[in-house]
């Protein structure tokens, strides 16, 4: 689509612009006694940005392909990690893999594009909701209002709910937090829209992460064979450290797959968590709570996920077991009360809020 004939040469953008829709025309306008001439005064128009486009052009390409070198590093880099973490005598013998796209199709692009709108809609009302309280926090101030304290409000003498008690709080430093997002993608998962679930939760969370520049790391896994035998697949959707800005492109990758080996990939994740250096880790569970591997089900499996949960508590690290619909009961057995629903998407803001504002310590 061009402009006007006496435009001139027009700026080029990096963005898309507005493209004529495909559309059902019935003919074209045919023009008579068209001539051919040749202008041998033609002087070119200015363009002052010719060689700016292609060098910005060039710069992106040659960008891509540093990434694409990175990711292949690290890619390395975490799967040494992945071998010399010690899984325990229940996983020993369990092979691991950590599988990253270097790069990011354009479908993918396309698919979280369609779908983002109204999920970041519900990221940024959490982000102002909780940005609010971390201002307050920091600021500290006057707390009026309370049931008990030390300090009687005698401006507050006439209520008669009994809360005439204020107290002054002082400014804080808000502790530093990272979060871990682990998702189970078994193949029972992809029942009830679990998956579909899980993958709107997880991009919801991703960006409001980003957003308030907390350090997210965001896996899933499942089980796969390969020339060792089974093997623990362990997906990498978003680092802590980004090299490109695709993580949430790659959020979308998010499926149903194999079976679930929970204890070996909650120990990975769990173990990388505790190596961050902020104050507080929080790590959020995705699952249906049916750990389903060949030996690894049932109450053995279940006692191991308790047994890893305990430990990393004690190294730090704050649970959170995310259920969707019916697995509630199978998610509170192993992980006890500290669940969380996110069936009803629109709940999820205050409940992730909620969640934030009490490993914050707001």
Request: a negative charge; one cysteine or more.
């Amino acid at each position: 689509m061009g402009g006007s004939m006496d435009a001139g040469k027009q700026d080029v953008s990096t963005e898309e612009g507005g493209r004529i829709p495909y559309h059902q025309t019935d003919s074209v306008y045919e023009p008579v006694g068209g001539t051919t001439e040749y202008n041998a005064d033609y002087e070119r128009e200015q363009y002052e940005k010719a060689a700016s486009d292609i060098e910005r052009v060039l710069d992106k390409m040659a960008e891509r392909a540093a990434c694409e070198q990175l990711e292949n590093e690290r890619l390395a880099e975490l799967n040494e990690m992945a071998n010399n973490i010690s899984y325990g005598d229940i996983h020993k013998g369990v092979h691991m893999r950590i599988n990253r796209m270097a790069s990011v199709d354009e479908n993918l692009v396309e698919q979280y594009d369609s779908i983002a709108s109204q999920l970041l809609t519900i990221s940024r009302q959490l982000q102002r909701s909780i940005q609010k309280e971390l201002k307050e926090h920091q600021r500290g101030g006057k707390q009026t209002g309370l049931i008990m304290g030390r300090r009687l409000d005698s401006h507050a003498l006439c209520r008669g709910d009994g809360k005439v008690f204020y107290k002054t709080a002082l400014p804080n430093e808000i502790p530093e937090l990272a979060v871990g997002l682990l998702v189970d993608e078994s193949g029972s998962m992809s029942d009830a829209d679990r998956a579909t679930y899980a993958r709107a939760a997880a991009i919801i969370l991703y960006d409001f992460c980003e957003g308030l520049e907390i350090p997210v790391m965001v896996y899933g896994h499942s089980t796969g064979s390969g020339n060792q035998g089974n093997t623990v697949e362990m997906y990498s959707y978003a680092e802590f450290d980004g090299f490109d800005r695709d993580d949430k492109y790659r959020l979308m990758d998010i499926s149903a797959r194999s079976s679930n080996r929970d204890g070996a990939a909650l120990r990975y994740v769990a173990e990388r968590l505790s190596r961050r250096p902020e104050a507080v880790k929080l790590l959020i569970l995705v699952s249906d709570g049916q750990p389903a591997d060949l030996g690894y089900s049932g109450t053995a499996a279940e006692e191991d996920l308790r047994g890893i949960k305990q430990e990393y508590q004690r190294k730090g690290i704050a649970f959170v077991a995310a259920a969707i619909g019916d697995d509630k009961p199978n998610i509170q057995r192993i992980y006890g009360d500290s669940f969380l629903d996110i069936t009803d998407l629109e709940k999820l803001p205050a409940k992730l809020t909620a969640v934030v504002k009490k490993h914050i310590r707001i």
